[in-house]
Structure formats: C-alpha cells, structure tokens
C-alpha cells in the first residue's frame, strides 16, 4: 500500500508542476491584453463654436479656405430673415367674424341661463372682445 501511497503523490506532484510550468509559459507567450493604445498626439482639446481655436468644421466635413466665413454669414442672414428695425411688437387688431359673434352670443346665454350676475357677464363679455 505504501507504493500505491508513493507513486499517487508522486503523480499528483507531477501533475502540479505541469500545470506551474504550463501557466509560466502561457503567461510569458501570450502578451497582456491592454486597452491602452500608443499615440504621438497629446492634444485633447475639443473645438466648438463656443471654444474656437482647432479645425474649422462646416457639417460633415473640415471646412475649406473661406467656407466657415460664409457658412457663418448664411446662418445669421437665415435667423434674421423677417426681423425689423422696430422695437415695438406689434399686434393684430381683433376682428369679429360671424363665428366669433356666434361665441360670444353662445358664451352670453350659457352664463345668463346659469344664473350669473349681470357684473360678471358683461366683464366676460369684454374680456372676450363681444360688444
């Protein structure tokens, strides 16, 4: 029994160091996975039209010599497109139709049926623009 004892031991040693010898080669073989790439270029700045400074970008591509000028210059023409000088906002005259004075006539005997006050009606009533 001894000698099945010895020789068991024996390849269980066998077989550990295998396995050591097997992972010291793997691991001297196989390089580290690294997600870590080389680069020459250290400049992470990020240009926008709030930070200016890099590359000029018109859409989809790198702006050539004189494009960004004008693509800035149609940009403004486009949000000042229909602007006036005047400071004063103006403000359409009400009109009366015939289907506004038939809400103002519906609005009238709704509240009057409701029993409300003739105060009230006729402050309705002007709020609403019917004479």
């Known amino acids: 029994m001894t000698i099945v004892r010895l020789m068991s031991s024996k390849l269980m040693l066998a077989l550990f160091v295998t396995a050591v010898l097997m992972t010291s080669i793997a691991a001297v073989t196989i390089p580290a996975a690294s997600a870590l790439t080389s680069r020459s ?69 709704t509240l009057i049926t409701a029993g409300i006050s003739s105060t009230v009606i006729a402050k309705v009533m002007a709020d609403l623009s019917c004479s």
């Open 41 to 109: 270029s250290f400049n992470d700045n990020h240009y926008t039209s709030l930070y200016p400074g890099g590359p000029r970008v018109c859409g989809d591509h790198l702006c050539a010599p004189g494009e960004y000028d004008k693509m800035q210059q149609g940009l403004a023409q486009a949000q000042m497109k229909g602007k006036t000088n005047s400071t004063a906002p103006s403000t359409p005259a009400p009109t009366t139709t015939m289907s506004s004075m038939s809400v103002c006539n519906n609005v009238k005997t």
